[in-house]
């Protein structure tokens, strides 16, 4: 009896490790976020085109191997056409699975898959008023501006509707290369659908009204000393505050900056950091047409001229504009 019992024993606990070994390792846990989401990037090269969602915390890298599913569960590319595809997503709410995401800030992650839900007509705001350029993408002709008041951030793309007055579009009269400078400072009615969570909140316009002022506005001039802020070296960029604390300025690539004798630098991009170096600590006269409503208020100056002593230490890392 004893035999027999350990026998029983023995061939309990063999089938139990035949059963853990054949027992299929646990799939990795997926997260699902449900959310609206908005177009913040395309790669038409690639096929591919990024989404964040409205609360800022996800965005979403979409390829052409991406299963993007309807809620009736046809998949999106047999109910839309291709070339469509993102306009058609953007701002739509969705439920995004996923395994894995980054740990930075907006996480990011190629979904699992996405099911894209319909929705009745989306509510549309309007808002008019005075935008700023903050930020320009030459190669794609993306830039974003910001409202004068600071509520709004748009983000501006090759297919926005950019209308005039009179309903003819821009694009039969600026150059795209030209369009971000051409609106920098313009009064401009935009009008927007979903909006980001963040402080200003972000939009990707479905329209933009321009009004062309009967007055154009005359531009501000400001002759004081600035301090380095930041420096983008990635985005050719860098911001400076003045000593009295009352202007920031956004520099960029693109902006004219002249000595005392006209002469204009050139070429400084590719030495960013060293052009933020130099102009430290700098008395500076800087002409500028809007700012922001923040405090201090912000602007893209339309020219910088560098005054003051030491400025022959720039030469040696520019090109001059008479050569």
Request: with cysteine; charged share 25%.
């Amino acid at each position: 009896m004893k035999k027999t019992s350990a026998k029983l024993v023995c061939l309990m606990l063999a089938a139990l490790t035949l059963l853990s070994i054949a027992a299929p390792a646990s799939a990795a846990s997926q997260t699902i976020k449900k959310d609206r989401f908005t177009l913040v990037g395309q790669d038409r090269a690639n096929g591919t085109f990024t989404m964040r969602s409205s609360d800022g915390q996800l965005e979403i890298l979409i390829g052409v191997n991406t299963k993007i599913i309807m809620e009736t569960g046809e998949s999106l590319f047999e109910h839309t056409k291709k070339g469509t595809i993102v306009d058609y997503m953007n701002g739509k709410m969705m439920t995004v699975t996923y395994t894995t995401a980054t740990k930075s800030t907006p996480a990011q992650t190629s979904p699992d898959y996405i099911v894209v839900h319909e929705e009745k007509a989306q509510q549309t705001s309007t808002k008019k008023d005075r935008f700023t350029l903050t930020k320009e993408s030459g190669r794609r002709h993306a830039f974003t501006m910001t409202s004068a008041d600071g509520k709004l951030v748009i983000n501006v793309n090759r297919r926005t509707k950019i209308v005039f007055e009179n309903g003819k579009s821009i694009y039969d009269q600026v150059k795209r290369s030209e369009i971000a400078k051409y609106l920098n400072g313009k009064t401009l009615t935009v009008t927007y659908g979903a909006t980001t969570k963040s402080m200003p909140p972000q939009t990707t316009p479905d329209m933009i009204v321009v009004h062309e002022d009967s007055k154009p506005a005359q531009p501000n001039v400001k002759k004081a000393r600035f301090n380095l802020q930041t420096v983008d070296s990635q985005k050719g960029t860098f911001s400076m505050i003045s000593r009295d604390k009352a202007l920031v300025i956004n520099v960029n690539k693109d902006t004219p900056i002249y000595l005392e004798n006209g002469q204009q630098l050139h070429g400084y991009g590719i030495q960013i950091e060293a052009l933020a170096k130099y102009l430290d600590r700098q008395r500076l006269t800087v002409t500028y047409s809007t700012t922001t409503r923040s405090q201090p208020p912000q602007t893209s100056p339309e020219k910088i001229v560098i005054n003051g002593r030491g400025i022959e230490l720039l030469i040696p890392f520019f090109r001059s504009g008479n050569q």
